[in-house]
């Protein structure tokens, strides 16, 4: 599979060049100049096809240029001994589980693929990568077990201040491991900006293999991918009609990555969205992009440390506002009717939702009525495990969740007793001294 720039068409480039480069010259981010109808393949799968399976046929399907069926499952099967949850909670209503992996976050799949991926080129290509990623800590404690014994792969991770947690102390640098967490001082922009102002050096990026573990790296979001076509395999026996997604808004990573599905061939007819000041609705009912007003020409680079997912779903659907007006469509959603559906999914189905989840089913109740009556299904998606909003459960439902012991071990703080970094310089000569 060919990658090209949302900036630039004529640009083409292979799988392994999009993933190390992470942004292109021209300020864009990558995305698939081609996708391969997989009809047959998706028709064949069913409930009883294990998730690193699909994942590892996908895998193969996309890259089958690039690497052997052999190495492609091979990816697979190392990032995934985890697996989504797939329920139904009545005749025309499902709910897809996206937060059983390593740190109860969907995240954990897409950065496992794309951790399994460099490590497996880079034995088989040579080379070293490095991350770049500024974290709220979620990040650095998945990090921290999924770079475990890696030869090829270091993190730096910037934090800040005081926020660092869920740490291996035999994962840090310093002692052995392949993590160098920072502190940094500012805001979260400020420390973004920093991050950019590495990445704007072009031979420095490349001379240090850096990449991004967010979904501005294709790789992560390619991770994302393989969720829709696993949770339709999950239901296609159980319902005969037609299928539509219900899902928080987050970054649009999964919008985009049901979207490529939905190219692959999936059978998906649609997917319902709260609207945000992003991406909203207009008078007449169609989505609207809000940064399509500037000309993709005009804008600034793209921040690495920033997902541009919605810049992904403008390449996508181009000028064809029709079509995109038949597949995406965001809903308004009020704090009063999230937090009425929070409630009515726990009183009806004994489940416990934070507000990304409590928003998408307050989008399944506004439209149930127009979906069920053409015989259409719900697939509703829980991006993360409900004990990471035990506040908002507590608040809404007056109880919480039980938090995971894996979970409550990603939050255990750790202090770096070194000095804060202060910007983009403090970073780069960090980067430099990693495989000393």
């Not at 920093?194 to 490349?206: G, K, L, P, T, Y």
């Not at 308004?332 to 934070?354: C, T």
């Amino acid at each position: 599979m060919q990658f090209t720039s949302t900036r630039n068409n004529n640009l083409t480039v292979s799988f392994s060049q999009a993933v190390r480069d992470c942004i292109p010259d021209d300020g864009g981010v990558f995305v698939p100049s081609s996708i391969e109808d997989m009809r047959r393949w998706i028709y064949y799968i069913d409930e009883t096809t294990p998730f690193a399976s699909i994942a590892g046929s996908l895998t193969s399907a996309l890259m089958h240029e690039e690497f052997s069926p052999i190495i492609c499952e091979t990816i697979a099967t190392a990032a995934f001994p985890v697996a989504p949850v797939v329920r139904q909670l009545d005749g025309s209503l499902f709910m897809m589980e996206m937060y059983h992996g390593f740190t109860g976050c969907h995240r954990d799949y897409g950065v496992s693929y794309l951790v399994s991926y460099l490590e497996t080129t880079l034995q088989l290509k040579g080379g070293k990568a490095v991350f770049v990623d500024f974290t709220h800590g979620g990040l650095g404690a998945l990090m921290s077990k999924l770079l475990k014994g890696k030869k090829n792969i270091k993190a730096v991770l910037v934090y800040k201040k005081g926020t660092v947690r869920g740490l291996d102390e035999d994962s840090l640098a310093w002692n052995g491991g392949n993590i160098y967490p920072v502190e940094m001082e500012g805001s979260e922009a400020e420390i973004k900006a920093a991050i950019s102002e590495v990445f704007a050096d072009r031979n420095f990026v490349q001379q240090h293999g850096l990449t991004v573990a967010n979904t501005t790296n294709v790789c992560r979001l390619l991770g994302q991918i393989f969720f829709f076509p696993y949770s339709f395999a999950q239901v296609k026996n159980k319902f005969n009609g037609e299928f539509y997604y219900a899902m928080g808004a987050g970054n649009y990573g999964s919008l985009i990555a049901g979207l490529y599905s939905w190219r692959f061939a999936l059978p998906v007819n649609g997917f319902y969205v709260p609207s945000t000041a992003a991406l909203a609705r207009s008078a007449n009912g169609a989505p609207v992009v809000l940064d399509s007003i500037v000309e993709l020409e005009k804008r600034g680079e793209t921040n690495p440390a920033v997902p541009a997912n919605l810049e992904r779903l403008e390449s996508f659907f181009g000028k064809n506002e029709m079509m995109m007006r038949n597949f995406i469509y965001p809903c308004d959603v009020s704090e009063a009717q999230r937090d009425a559906a929070a409630k009515e999914l726990y009183m009806k189905f004994g489940i416990f939702a934070d507000k990304d989840t409590a928003s998408a089913y307050a989008v399944v109740k506004e439209n149930c009525s127009e979906v069920y009556d053409e015989d259409g299904a719900f697939i509703l998606t829980a991006y993360n495990h409900p004990s990471l909003s035990s506040d908002y459960c507590r608040h809404v439902i007056g109880e919480a969740p039980e938090m995971p012991e894996e979970i409550k071990a990603s939050f255990v703080p750790v202090e770096l007793k070194r000095p804060s970094v202060s910007g983009a310089s403090e970073l780069r000569k960090i980067v430099e001294g990693l495989w000393n």
